[in-house]
Protein backbone atom coordinates (compact mmCIF):
# COMPACT_ATOMS: atom_id res chain seq x y z
CA UNK A 1 0.00 0.00 0.00
CA UNK A 2 1.69 3.46 -0.59
CA UNK A 3 2.57 5.59 1.79
CA UNK A 4 3.53 9.40 1.11
CA UNK A 5 4.89 11.42 4.02
CA UNK A 6 5.96 15.18 4.56
CA UNK A 7 8.56 16.03 6.90
CA UNK A 8 8.86 18.39 8.85
CA UNK A 9 5.23 18.59 9.61
CA UNK A 10 5.43 22.35 10.17
CA UNK A 11 8.57 24.98 9.53
CA UNK A 12 9.03 28.82 10.21
CA UNK A 13 11.00 31.23 8.18
CA UNK A 14 12.37 34.34 7.56
CA UNK A 15 10.62 36.46 4.76
CA UNK A 16 13.12 35.89 1.74
CA UNK A 17 14.35 32.92 2.84
CA UNK A 18 14.16 29.79 0.25
CA UNK A 19 11.29 27.31 1.21
CA UNK A 20 12.24 23.39 0.61
CA UNK A 21 9.24 21.20 1.38
CA UNK A 22 9.94 17.39 1.13
CA UNK A 23 7.41 14.09 0.13
CA UNK A 24 8.73 11.09 0.39
CA UNK A 25 6.34 7.51 -0.97
CA UNK A 26 6.95 4.03 -0.50
CA UNK A 27 6.10 2.83 -4.01
CA UNK A 28 7.69 4.35 -6.91
CA UNK A 29 5.69 3.32 -9.49
CA UNK A 30 3.44 6.04 -9.64
CA UNK A 31 1.59 7.81 -12.49
CA UNK A 32 1.96 11.07 -11.60
CA UNK A 33 2.63 13.50 -8.34
CA UNK A 34 0.82 16.69 -7.33
CA UNK A 35 1.34 19.50 -4.92
CA UNK A 36 -1.45 21.59 -3.36
CA UNK A 37 -1.26 24.71 -0.95
CA UNK A 38 -4.14 24.91 1.26
CA UNK A 39 -4.96 27.93 3.39
CA UNK A 40 -6.80 27.73 6.98
CA UNK A 41 -10.14 26.77 6.37
CA UNK A 42 -10.24 26.56 2.71
CA UNK A 43 -10.08 24.17 -0.06
CA UNK A 44 -6.59 22.93 -1.50
CA UNK A 45 -5.44 24.69 -4.86
CA UNK A 46 -3.41 23.13 -7.37
CA UNK A 47 0.51 24.29 -7.82
CA UNK A 48 2.42 21.78 -9.70
CA UNK A 49 1.40 18.48 -10.98
CA UNK A 50 4.99 16.27 -12.46
CA UNK A 51 4.01 13.29 -15.01
CA UNK A 52 5.96 10.11 -13.99
CA UNK A 53 8.38 10.81 -16.88
CA UNK A 54 9.37 14.31 -15.49
CA UNK A 55 12.29 15.04 -13.13
CA UNK A 56 10.90 18.62 -12.51
CA UNK A 57 8.09 21.21 -13.33
CA UNK A 58 8.59 24.74 -12.63
CA UNK A 59 6.00 27.96 -12.26
CA UNK A 60 6.87 31.14 -11.33
CA UNK A 61 8.97 30.85 -7.68
CA UNK A 62 7.80 26.95 -7.86
CA UNK A 63 9.95 24.12 -9.03
CA UNK A 64 9.07 21.06 -7.86
CA UNK A 65 11.59 17.84 -8.72
CA UNK A 66 10.62 14.21 -8.73
CA UNK A 67 13.23 10.94 -7.85
CA UNK A 68 10.80 8.46 -8.27
CA UNK A 69 13.81 6.00 -7.89
CA UNK A 70 14.58 6.74 -4.55
CA UNK A 71 10.67 7.81 -3.68
CA UNK A 72 10.97 12.00 -2.80
CA UNK A 73 9.77 14.80 -4.24
CA UNK A 74 10.98 18.22 -3.08
CA UNK A 75 9.20 21.42 -3.67
CA UNK A 76 11.50 24.65 -3.64
CA UNK A 77 9.54 28.19 -3.28
CA UNK A 78 11.97 30.73 -3.93
CA UNK A 79 12.58 34.24 -2.09
CA UNK A 80 9.27 33.27 0.27
CA UNK A 81 6.65 35.57 1.27
CA UNK A 82 4.43 35.78 4.18
CA UNK A 83 1.56 35.52 1.76
CA UNK A 84 3.18 32.11 0.96
CA UNK A 85 2.07 31.06 4.98
CA UNK A 86 -0.39 27.58 4.04
CA UNK A 87 -0.15 23.98 4.28
CA UNK A 88 1.41 22.38 1.58
CA UNK A 89 0.32 18.80 0.53
CA UNK A 90 1.59 16.28 -2.25
CA UNK A 91 -0.26 13.95 -3.57
CA UNK A 92 0.69 10.63 -5.65
CA UNK A 93 -1.05 9.01 -8.05
CA UNK A 94 -0.24 5.12 -8.62
CA UNK A 95 0.82 3.55 -11.89
CA UNK A 96 -1.09 0.91 -13.35
CA UNK A 97 -4.62 1.36 -11.97
CA UNK A 98 -5.94 3.31 -14.78
CA UNK A 99 -9.54 1.29 -14.84
CA UNK A 100 -9.89 2.17 -11.11
CA UNK A 101 -9.58 5.95 -11.73
CA UNK A 102 -7.52 9.00 -11.16
CA UNK A 103 -7.39 7.75 -7.12
CA UNK A 104 -4.63 9.90 -5.08
CA UNK A 105 -2.88 9.39 -1.65
CA UNK A 106 -2.05 12.53 0.05
CA UNK A 107 0.43 13.31 2.60
CA UNK A 108 0.54 14.80 6.11
CA UNK A 109 0.78 18.08 4.62
CA UNK A 110 3.98 20.69 6.26
CA UNK A 111 2.27 23.83 7.34
CA UNK A 112 4.47 26.79 6.48
CA UNK A 113 4.86 30.37 8.45
CA UNK A 114 6.43 33.02 6.21
CA UNK A 115 7.59 35.70 9.15
CA UNK A 116 7.65 39.11 7.87
CA UNK B 1 -10.08 29.34 -9.88
CA UNK B 2 -12.33 25.97 -11.02
CA UNK B 3 -15.30 26.07 -11.55
CA UNK B 4 -16.79 24.08 -8.72
CA UNK B 5 -19.21 25.06 -5.81
CA UNK B 6 -20.03 23.16 -2.44
CA UNK B 7 -23.45 23.22 -0.65
CA UNK B 8 -24.08 24.07 1.91
CA UNK B 9 -20.89 25.03 3.02
CA UNK B 10 -21.58 24.08 6.92
CA UNK B 11 -24.09 21.79 8.34
CA UNK B 12 -24.86 20.39 11.77
CA UNK B 13 -26.89 17.73 11.72
CA UNK B 14 -28.30 14.73 14.35
CA UNK B 15 -26.97 11.17 14.66
CA UNK B 16 -29.65 9.25 12.60
CA UNK B 17 -30.19 11.99 10.08
CA UNK B 18 -29.82 11.67 6.25
CA UNK B 19 -27.65 14.28 4.69
CA UNK B 20 -26.54 15.10 1.28
CA UNK B 21 -23.60 17.19 0.28
CA UNK B 22 -23.98 18.86 -3.49
CA UNK B 23 -20.72 19.17 -5.65
CA UNK B 24 -21.80 21.65 -9.10
CA UNK B 25 -19.20 22.13 -11.28
CA UNK B 26 -19.23 24.37 -14.87
CA UNK B 27 -16.37 23.20 -16.24
CA UNK B 28 -17.61 19.97 -17.82
CA UNK B 29 -14.96 17.52 -16.68
CA UNK B 30 -16.01 14.13 -16.59
CA UNK B 31 -14.08 12.59 -13.70
CA UNK B 32 -15.24 14.11 -9.72
CA UNK B 33 -14.75 12.76 -6.28
CA UNK B 34 -15.63 13.30 -2.73
CA UNK B 35 -12.87 13.31 -0.02
CA UNK B 36 -12.82 13.58 3.20
CA UNK B 37 -10.32 15.51 5.53
CA UNK B 38 -9.52 14.52 9.19
CA UNK B 39 -6.88 15.51 11.55
CA UNK B 40 -4.14 12.66 11.92
CA UNK B 41 -5.79 11.07 8.27
CA UNK B 42 -5.43 13.70 6.22
CA UNK B 43 -7.54 13.36 3.04
CA UNK B 44 -9.10 10.27 1.91
CA UNK B 45 -11.10 9.51 -0.79
CA UNK B 46 -14.55 8.21 -0.22
CA UNK B 47 -16.37 7.56 -4.02
CA UNK B 48 -15.89 9.30 -7.39
CA UNK B 49 -17.37 9.06 -10.66
CA UNK B 50 -15.92 8.83 -13.91
CA UNK B 51 -19.23 9.94 -15.75
CA UNK B 52 -22.51 10.47 -15.62
CA UNK B 53 -24.12 7.39 -13.73
CA UNK B 54 -20.99 5.80 -13.36
CA UNK B 55 -19.80 5.87 -10.10
CA UNK B 56 -16.79 3.40 -7.97
CA UNK B 57 -15.60 3.22 -4.09
CA UNK B 58 -12.69 4.83 -3.00
CA UNK B 59 -10.64 4.55 0.33
CA UNK B 60 -13.75 5.20 2.68
CA UNK B 61 -16.74 4.52 1.15
CA UNK B 62 -18.81 2.62 4.14
CA UNK B 63 -21.34 4.89 5.14
CA UNK B 64 -21.99 6.96 2.57
CA UNK B 65 -23.64 6.54 -1.16
CA UNK B 66 -23.41 8.99 -4.12
CA UNK B 67 -24.88 9.73 -7.45
CA UNK B 68 -24.11 11.98 -10.43
CA UNK B 69 -27.36 12.48 -13.03
CA UNK B 70 -25.54 15.36 -14.86
CA UNK B 71 -22.41 16.17 -15.80
CA UNK B 72 -21.97 19.12 -13.61
CA UNK B 73 -23.83 17.56 -10.30
CA UNK B 74 -22.05 15.25 -7.85
CA UNK B 75 -24.46 14.19 -4.31
CA UNK B 76 -22.30 12.53 -1.80
CA UNK B 77 -25.37 10.96 0.57
CA UNK B 78 -25.21 10.07 4.30
CA UNK B 79 -27.90 7.64 4.59
CA UNK B 80 -27.70 7.64 8.49
CA UNK B 81 -25.10 10.21 9.75
CA UNK B 82 -23.15 9.34 12.67
CA UNK B 83 -20.49 10.96 14.60
CA UNK B 84 -17.59 9.74 13.08
CA UNK B 85 -18.58 11.27 9.93
CA UNK B 86 -17.65 14.87 11.25
CA UNK B 87 -15.51 16.30 9.13
CA UNK B 88 -14.41 18.69 6.34
CA UNK B 89 -15.73 17.58 2.56
CA UNK B 90 -13.97 18.46 -0.27
CA UNK B 91 -15.09 17.47 -4.13
CA UNK B 92 -12.44 17.51 -6.60
CA UNK B 93 -12.84 17.56 -10.38
CA UNK B 94 -10.28 16.62 -13.66
CA UNK B 95 -10.81 16.84 -17.13
CA UNK B 96 -9.69 13.03 -17.83
CA UNK B 97 -7.46 10.54 -15.61
CA UNK B 98 -4.38 10.36 -18.48
CA UNK B 99 -1.37 13.01 -18.96
CA UNK B 100 -1.70 16.59 -17.33
CA UNK B 101 -5.65 16.26 -18.12
CA UNK B 102 -5.69 14.50 -15.21
CA UNK B 103 -4.54 17.22 -12.60
CA UNK B 104 -7.14 17.17 -10.00
CA UNK B 105 -9.34 20.66 -8.76
CA UNK B 106 -11.06 21.63 -5.39
CA UNK B 107 -13.42 22.96 -4.07
CA UNK B 108 -14.01 25.05 -1.10
CA UNK B 109 -15.14 21.98 1.23
CA UNK B 110 -18.19 21.35 3.31
CA UNK B 111 -17.87 21.34 6.88
CA UNK B 112 -20.25 18.62 8.12
CA UNK B 113 -21.03 18.21 12.42
CA UNK B 114 -22.72 15.42 13.52
CA UNK B 115 -24.24 15.66 16.74
Known amino acids: KQEVTQIPAALSVPEGENLVLNCSFT??????LQWFRQDPGKGLTSLLL?????REQTSGRLNASLDKSSGRSTLYIAASQPGDSATYLC???????????????FGGGTRVLVKP | DAGITQSPRHKVTETGTPVTLRCHQT?????MYWYRQDPGHGLRLIHYSYGVKDTDKGEVSDGYSVSRSKTEDFLLTLESATSSQTSVYFC??????????????FGPGTRLTVL
Open chain 1, 91 to 105: AVRPRGIKAAGNKLT
Open chain 1, 50 to 54: IQSSQ
Open chain 2, 27 to 31: ENHRY
Open chain 1, 27 to 32: DSAIYN
Open chain 2, 92 to 105: AISESDSGRASEQF
